[in-house]
C-alpha cells in the first residue's frame, strides 16, 4: 500500500532534472594556444587538485609551468604515498574518496589522461546507526522519484516523515544558486532544519550522515553550503547520486598518470619546495615570484596561481605583509586582500585516518564500505582489500584485511596531541560497537599506519560573504596572481575535489584569457533547482 502511495505522490508531482550548464570560452575566436615563439612562465604553489588542474591547462597551451609542492609527493587530500607495511611497499592514500557523476571537470581530466578503466561502480550507501534500523541508500529516478524509492525502501522512514518536511521542500525543489547563498549562509543546516520543521528521523537519516562527512562540525555547518551539496549530489539529475571509487592506489590510479603527463609538457614539478612569502614588485604591485624555505628564488613569473591548502595560503600572506610593512603600496593591498577575504577563512577541525592490516576478515556480508555517522569519533570505515587490488592481492595470500578507519574531529573527542601508537586503543570502544566480530574473534593487529591532518577548509556559516573567488586578489590590485582550491568560492554549485579542479581550470582561463589564448570551457552543475510541473 505505502508502494502505491508513493507512486502516486511520484506521478503527482512530476518533476524534470536540470541539465548541466558550459561555460563557454569569453574570447572564442582567440588562438588554441600561445603562438610559437613567445614565452609565459607560470608558478603554481601547490601540487594538489587545484595546481594540477591549472597546470594541465596551460601547459597544453604553451606555458612554462612550475609547481612547488610543500611536501614530498604530490595530489594534496588525494596524496597517495609509498610506505613500508610488514616488509613490503604499499601506496597509501590520504583517506578515501569517490567520484560523484557531476563531477564534470574530474571526469573530463580522467578522459584525457585515459584512466577511466583505474574506476568502478560504488553503488549503494550502507549506514549504520544507534537509533535507527541499518540503512542501504541508493537514489534512482529524478526527484522526488528517488526520494520516494529511499522512502519506500526504507526499514526506519515513513510517507509521513516527507510530508511533515515538506517545508523544507521549496528551498530543494525551487533551489536557486544565488538567492540560498544570500538568505541562508548566517544559519546553519541544523539551524535551517530546525526552521523548516524536518521530521528528526528524515533529518538523522538523510541528512545528518551528509553533514559528517564534511570533514566540518556538523553543529556549524552553512545552510547555503549544504544546500548546495544536496543539489550537487542528489537533486540536479537522475544519476546525481551515481558514484565511483578507484579499483587501485590513487597514485597508480590518477597521480602517476597525472604526473607522468604534465613531464612530458615540461612542466617542472619540485617536491619539497615550501613557498615562505610572495615577491612583489612595489612599482606596480605584480606578483612575481615566491621566496622559499630554502631560498630566495631569482626566477621571474609572468603569473602566480596559489592553489595551496587555506590554512598554506594564510601563512603565506601574512608572511608577505611582514616582508613588506615598510612599503606604504604594497603594505595596503596585501592588507585589503586579508582583511576583505583571507583573513577570515578558518580551517576545519583536525582529523585522523588510521589504516588498520588485521590476520582475519570481516565476514561477507560486511559492505565494503561503511558510514557511521552516530558513532563519532569514527565516521567512515572501508575495507580496502575489498577495494584496490595491491590490498586484495595482499588478503588473498594471508587470509587478512585492510581496513581503514575514518576518524573526523578528532579534537572535539581527544588529545590533538596523541600519538599514534594511541590511536587504536582509543577508538576501539567505538569499533567495537561497529564491528563486534573483530573483538569476538579476536582479529590481530599486524600493522598500521596513521594519517593525521587539519588541512580542510571550513564552511561554517556566515563565511561566504568573505570567501574569494578566483580573481579576488586582483579585484583587490594585486597583480598577477590567481586563487584555486576547494575552499575558493564559485559563481555555481561545486564542492570538494570537483570544486579543486575547477578552480584550478578557472585560474588557467584567467591567465589565458589576459593572454589573447581561448579559455577552456567548463560543464557545471545547474544553479537552479529541478522545480515542479
Request: proline share 5%.
Amino acid at each position: 500500500m505505502l508502494l502505491i502511495l508513493l507512486i502516486s505522490l511520484g506521478r503527482i508531482l512530476c518533476t524534470f532534472a536540470r541539465d548541466p550548464v558550459w561555460i563557454n570560452p569569453l574570447n572564442p575566436n582567440d588562438p588554441d594556444r600561445l603562438p610559437s615563439g613567445e614565452e609565459k612562465s607560470v608558478l603554481i604553489v601547490g601540487g594538489g587538485l587545484a595546481g594540477l588542474s591549472a597546470a594541465l591547462e596551460l601547459a597544453e597551451r604553451g606555458y612554462s609551468v612550475t609547481i612547488k609542492e610543500k611536501y614530498t609527493h604530490i595530489g594534496g587530500k588525494l596524496f597517495c604515498k609509498p610506505t613500508k607495511i610488514l616488509n613490503q611497499t604499499f601506496y597509501i592514500e590520504h583517506g578515501f574518496h569517490a567520484w560523484f557523476y557531476n563531477y564534470y571537470q574530474f571526469k573530463d581530466i580522467r578522459k584525457r589522461l585515459g584512466i577511466d578503466k583505474n574506476f568502478k561502480s560504488w553503488d549503494a550507501v550502507h549506514y549504520i546507526f544507534r537509533n535507527y534500523l541499518p540503512e542501504v541508500i541508493y537514489s534512482e529516478g529524478p526527484y522526488p522519484l528517488n526520494l520516494l524509492g529511499i522512502l519506500s525502501r526504507s526499514p526506519n522512514l515513513k510517507l509521513t516523515d516527507a510530508i511533515l518536511s515538506t517545508l523544507s521542500l521549496p528551498d530543494m525543489i525551487f533551489y536557486d544558486f544565488d538567492h540560498i547563498n544570500k538568505k541562508y549562509d548566517n544559519l546553519t543546516f541544523h539551524e535551517w532544519a530546525i526552521e523548516k520543521k524536518v521530521a528528526q528521523d528524515f533529518y538523522d537519516i538523510i541528512m545528518k550522515p551528509a553533514l559528517s562527512v564534511t570533514l566540518n562540525e556538523p553543529e556549524t555547518f552553512s545552510a547555503a553550503e549544504m544546500l548546495a551539496f544536496i543539489q550537487i549530489y542528489f537533486l540536479t539529475n537522475s544519476k546525481a547520486d551515481t558514484r565511483e571509487v578507484a579499483n587501485v592506489n590513487y597514485y597508480q590510479a590518477i597521480l602517476g598518470p597525472w604526473s607522468d603527463y604534465l613531464k612530458k609538457l615540461n612542466v617542472n614539478i619540485q617536491f619539497d619546495k615550501e613557498v615562505v612569502s610572495l615577491k612583489i614588485d612595489e612599482k606596480n604591485l605584480n606578483v612575481y615570484g615566491s621566496v622559499d624555505k630554502d631560498g630566495d628564488d631569482a626566477t621571474v613569473y609572468d603569473w602566480v596561481v596559489m592553489a595551496a591548502e587555506v590554512g598554506a595560503v594564510k601563512k603565506i600572506f601574512n608572511n608577505t605583509l611582514k616582508f613588506y610593512n615598510n612599503s606604504p603600496s604594497v603594505k595596503n593591498v596585501l592588507s585589503n586582500c586579508i582583511q576583505n577575504h583571507i583573513g577570515h577563512m578558518k580551517v576545519s577541525p583536525d582529523y585522523k585516518v588510521m589504516r588498520v592490516w588485521f590476520d582475519k576478515q570481516l565476514n561477507s556480508s560486511a559492505p565494503n564500505i561503511l558510514e557511521t555517522p552516530d558513532f563519532a569519533p569514527i565516521n567512515l570505515v572501508a575495507q580496502y582489500h575489498l577495494l584496490e587490488e595491491e590490498f586484495a592481492t595482499w588478503a588473498q595470500k594471508t587470509g587478512g584485511s585492510v581496513i581503514e578507519f575514518h576518524c573526523y574531529t578528532w579534537s572535539s573527542f581527544f588529545s590533538p596531541n596523541t600519538s599514534d601508537d594511541q590511536v587504536w586503543s582509543l577508538i576501539s570502544p567505538t569499533v567495537r560497537e561497529i564491528y563486534p566480530e573483530i573483538f569476538e574473534k579476536n582479529f590481530k593487529i599486524l600493522d598500521y599506519n596513521v594519517n593525521s591532518f587539519q588541512n580542510f577548509g571550513s564552511f561554517e556559516k556566515g563565511l561566504l560573504e568573505y570567501r574569494p573567488y578566483v580573481n579576488s586578489l586582483v579585484k583587490n590590485k594585486l597583480k598577477n596572481i590567481y586563487l584555486a582550491g576547494d575552499w575558493i568560492r564559485t559563481d555555481y554549485p561545486v564542492a570538494l575535489m570537483e570544486r579543486a579542479v575547477s578552480t584550478g581550470r578557472e585560474a588557467a582561463n584567467q591567465i589565458l584569457l589576459q593572454d589573447s589564448v581561448k579559455q577552456v570551457p567548463l560543464l557545471v552543475v545547474n544553479k537552479k533547482g529541478p522545480g515542479l510541473f
